[in-house]
């Protein structure tokens, strides 16, 4: 069975540089047709982030693109977010997703708070 967990998520300075991580077992990363990031902050629905396809191409909400970038670590079997600069509005439950054999899965969600 496939099964994805986010970490790296905590309390965090605005400007200071974040990297999450999503650790998926149960399926090489190399197979998901899709494997994106989405955010959910307090009070609010949740909003999609990045993405990266099979093919290796990437997209990003235009807002966030200039910050956050989407990779995939083969070796690890990780998906992971880096964001370069984080800023308050930055705050909330970061969630991975990968898409396989018409499936969706998601993980649990990391908090990332940010907040001087």
């Known amino acids: 069975q496939v099964h994805v967990e986010e970490s790296g998520g905590g309390l965090v300075q605005p400007g200071d540089p974040l990297r999450l991580s999503c650790a998926v077992s149960?399926?090489?990363?190399?197979?998901?047709?899709?494997l994106a990031w989405h955010r959910q902050a307090p009070g609010t629905q949740r909003e999609f982030v990045a993405q990266i396809l099979r093919d290796g191409s990437t997209y990003y909400q235009d807002s966030l693109k200039a910050r956050f970038t989407v990779s995939r670590n083969f070796r690890e079997n990780t998906l992971t977010l880096q964001i370069s600069s984080l800023k308050p509005e930055d705050t909330g439950v970061y969630f991975c997703?990968?898409?396989?054999?018409?499936?969706?899965?998601w993980g649990q969600g990391t908090q990332v708070t940010v907040s001087s």
């Open positions: 149960g399926r090489s990363l190399s197979s998901f047709e899709n």
């Open positions: 997703k990968g898409d396989y054999g018409g499936r969706t899965y």
